[in-house]
Structures are given as structure tokens and as C-alpha cells.
Nanobody
Framework: EVRLVESGGGLVQAGGSLRLSCLAS????????MSWFRQAPGKEREEISC????????YYVDSVKGRFTISSDNAKNTVYLQINNLKSEDTAVYFC???????????????????????????WGQGTQVTVSS
């Protein structure tokens, strides 16, 4: 059974930091790109960041660059999201996701003539709530 279990969310004051973790099981972690998404109240889910299966490349949406850092520990089947200088607009449910790597050297994001986005994941976690108080 595939499982992605997020943890580390909570209530934090603006300006603070959190490290989210996502423990994966039920699939070969080394073969999957890992990513983070979030969904704020009343809004659509949005992508945040991804990391390639070997941890060699990362992608961030512009809105989180400089404050968010994604990392992974393949020995622990875990992906992390470090969030610094939290803002009220970071309040959301944060989801981790896993997408199968289709070929060697594949990046975890897809670029077209119009846009760049995280490759569609195969598996999703249940999410962890992050609430930022001002």
C-alpha cells in the first residue's frame, strides 16, 4: 500500500519557521520525484516545489523562492520542506506527492512554451495544516 504521511505542520507566528516532513512507503522512493503542494482556504491547490528522484535538481515557484527549501533523504524515504519567514499567506494545508521518474535524467518539472509546472504526481498524501498567525 502506497502511503505518504506528512508531519510538522502547526500554528506558528509570522516570521517563524517550520520544517515539514513526508515519509513515503509502499513504493521505491529512489524512482520517484517528490513534490510539495498547498491549498489555502477557498483557493485551488497550488504547486510549491519539487525535487528529482536523486535529489540532484529542484524547482520552486517564484512566489516561494528564497524562503522555501526542499530536500530529500532517500535512505529514510523522506522529503522535507523547510519554510522560513512564514507569512500569513502561507496558511494552507500542505501536501506532498510522488511522481514516477520515466527516464534517467528526467527533471521533476515540465516546461512548455507557455509555462513551467511540476510533473503530475501519481500519489498524494493527506496533508498537514500550517497556520500562520500575525
Amino acid at each position: 500500500e502506497v502511503r505518504l504521511v506528512e508531519s510538522g505542520g502547526g500554528l506558528v507566528q509570522a516570521g517563524g519557521s517550520l520544517r515539514l516532513s513526508c515519509l513515503a512507503s509502499g513504493f521505491t522512493f529512489d524512482n520517484y520525484h517528490m513534490s510539495w503542494f498547498r491549498q489555502a482556504p477557498g483557493k485551488e491547490r497550488e504547486e510549491i516545489s519539487c525535487i528529482s528522484s536523486n535529489g540532484g535538481s529542484t524547482y520552486y515557484v517564484d512566489s516561494v523562492k528564497g524562503r522555501f527549501t526542499i530536500s530529500s533523504d532517500n535512505a529514510k524515504n523522506t522529503v522535507y520542506l523547510q519554510i522560513n519567514n512564514l507569512k500569513s499567506e502561507d496558511t494552507a494545508v500542505y501536501f506532498c506527492a510522488a511522481g514516477l521518474q520515466l527516464f534517467a535524467g528526467e527533471r521533476c518539472w515540465v516546461t512548455t512554451a507557455q509555462t513551467t509546472s511540476i510533473a503530475i504526481p501519481n500519489y498524494w498524501g493527506q496533508g498537514t495544516q500550517v497556520t500562520v498567525s500575525s
